[in-house]
């Protein structure tokens, strides 16, 4: 009788797995797929393309409602033109980066 290296239970004598256990007596050759290592892996290439999108979106609400593309009135005053000046390029183009590297990001 062959005893269990996992749960010690009797089995036959030209058993290869275990009864109670399902555990396997004999050691095969075969390669076992573990799944690919990931540094980023999908669910977070999801997210940051996610946010990614929800940066452009914001970038051009900001480039058409403080921009004067609309009938509505531009707004002058000097301390928001200056962080409409800056904020508009970060969040579209970094934007537009970060969505392209989240594309990319499943492969890493």
């Known amino acids: 009788m062959k005893k269990c290296p996992y749960c ?5 004598d030209n058993a290869t797995s275990c ?3 399902d555990g396997a007596f004999v050691v095969t050759n075969a390669t076992v797929y573990q799944g690919q290592a990931y540094k980023v892996g999908p669910e977070r290439a999801n997210t940051i393309r996610n ?6 979106a914001l970038g051009l609400l900001i480039k058409v409602y403080w921009g004067g ?12 033109v200056t962080i409409r000046a800056f904020a508009e ?5 970094g934007g537009l980066a970060l ?3 989240g594309l990319f990001a ?3």
């Open 51 to 56: 946010r990614a999108l929800s940066m452009i």
């Open 69 to 80: 593309y609309g009938p509505w009135p531009t707004i002058d005053y000097p301390i928001l």
């Open 8 to 12: 010690s239970y009797s089995n036959y």
């Open 19 to 21: 009864r109670k256990c």
């Open 99 to 101: 969505y392209i590297f």
């Open 106 to 108: 499943n492969f890493f």
């Open 89 to 93: 390029p970060i969040l579209l183009f």
